[in-house]
């Protein structure tokens, strides 16, 4: 274990710095070989967006899917359905529906 300085912190290891960070242990191995760690960002894609199915909001699609007993791939499936349906009877632009976790 070698400790890691990203943004003027310093952390145990690259493991507990990609846990802080929210990130891959591989994106900061990567940064800390090109010299650009302090250019270390979170994913978008892993960070939990909020989703509405069946006119109940939770925090995630994972949440979603462990109050409903159904996978995440039906969760996403019912969001996906929810989102084609509002965007036939009530035409909101799709900034506002995004918000909504709609999409």
Partial sequence: MMP???????YRSV???????????????SN????????????QTHMK????????????MA?????LGISVEAVRQRVKRNAAWLAKTAPVSPHVM???GLV
């Fill in 4 to 10: 890691v300085r990203i943004r003027g912190v310093t």
């Fill in 15 to 29: 493991a507990a710095a990609a846990r802080a960070l929210n990130v891959g242990v591989r994106k900061i191995e």
């Fill in 32 to 43: 800390l070989n090109r010299g650009t760690p302090d250019s270390i960002a979170p994913c």
């Fill in 49 to 60: 967006k909020p989703c509405m199915v069946d006119g109940v909001s939770y925090p995630s």
């Fill in 63 to 67: 949440s979603a899917s462990k109050s």
């Fill in 98 to 100: 995004a918000w909504r």
